[in-house]
């Protein structure tokens, strides 16, 4: 969100409830300690705009009083409406192309008759998850034995995610057989939209993760992306979420991150084949 969309949220609300330092530091202590989100101080404007309208249909009168409601022991609901409030979700379909490109003809034709696991670890509005399972379903067959999972910290993204439906202008990047293979012209109410093919869809499994806790005992992958996403933690909280990525990622797998991000400074068992495409050695001391 921009300063102008900021300001624009703020004068629409009544009754603006100014944010002193004090507040906005409790916020920021609150997303770095559940999300490992390290909110920068020009974000006060943003979380101000974000927040108001929570406070105004709460009926409160300071973000203290919202916080003290936060902290309460019984708020686990309201808990998970400010991490979705605070998170930030931008993204599209066919987001940096080169990633799936790489997927689909390096990676994808030595798992033809086997079974693969990938993981979309901050899947957003399920965006990357689904261009994923189309490139998957392009490359193995709509009945491959392929196992996509899509996770996200943030409720309100994976409702959005589960019901598969998005404006045309996100897929504008997406290869236009794809689009006609994989996805349906909204029609009347959902003009100008596009919707999942309900078969590929039914191939994607949606789940809350929060990215500091570890996955299921044993549940690893062959492939795990996490893009776009250690941009906004701070060095220690990328550790800790690299090792808990790690910990997932099968022998000889592949971790793909953002072109704009780097593990540099971190310690894993990784090497790296490309920049952004990293691979866990299928030894402790062997090369990938």
């Known amino acids: 969100m921009g300063s102008r969309d900021a300001a624009h949220?703020?004068?629409?609300?009544p009754d603006v409830v100014p944010l002193k330092d004090s507040e906005f530091e409790r916020f920021r202590q609150f997303i770095h300690e559940r999300a490992g989100i390290n909110l920068a101080p020009h974000k006060r404007q943003m979380v101000s705009a974000r927040l108001q309208r929570?406070?105004?249909?709460?009926?409160?009168?300071?973000?203290?009083?919202?916080?003290?409601?936060?902290?309460?022991?019984?708020?686990d609901q309201e808990r998970q409406q400010l991490i979705d409030l605070l998170t930030t979700n931008e993204t599209y379909f066919y987001r940096e192309p080169a990633h799936f490109d790489y997927l689909r003809e390096q990676v994808l034709p030595s798992y033809r008759g086997r079974t693969l696991h990938l993981w979309s670890a901050?899947?957003?509005s399920g965006e990357e998850v689904y261009t994923l399972a189309m490139v998957l379903a392009d490359a193995l067959g709509t009945t491959g034995e392929w196992q996509l999972l899509g996770t996200d910290i943030s409720q309100r993204?994976?409702?959005?995610?589960?019901?598969g439906i998005y404006p045309l202008e996100r897929a504008r990047h997406l290869p236009r057989a794809w689009l006609e293979r994989y996805c349906l012209k909204g029609v009347r109410a959902?003009?100008?939209?596009?919707?999942?093919?309900?078969?590929?869809?039914?191939r994607v499994k949606l789940e809350p993760h929060n990215l500091l806790q570890p996955r299921r005992d044993g549940e690893q992958f062959e492939i795990i992306f996490l893009r776009n996403v250690l941009i906004y933690f701070d060095l220690p909280t990328k550790q800790r979420v690299i090792d808990r990525l790690c910990a997932a990622l099968r022998p000889g797998g592949l971790l793909f991150i953002s072109h704009v991000?780097?593990?540099?400074?971190?310690?894993?068992?990784?090497?790296?084949?490309?920049?952004?495409?990293?691979?866990?050695?299928?030894t402790e001391r062997g090369a990938p």
């Open 261 to 282: 991000e780097s593990l540099h400074g971190l310690s894993a068992p990784l090497a790296m084949i490309r920049p952004s495409i990293f691979q866990r050695p299928t």
């Open 122 to 124: 901050a899947c957003s």
């Open 157 to 163: 993204v994976l409702a959005q995610a589960r019901l």
């Open 54 to 75: 929570r406070l105004h249909h709460l009926g409160l009168h300071s973000f203290d009083a919202y916080l003290d409601r936060v902290f309460d022991p019984g708020q």
């Open 9 to 13: 949220d703020l004068l629409s609300i």
């Open 190 to 202: 959902q003009s100008g939209n596009l919707l999942i093919d309900p078969k590929l869809k039914a």
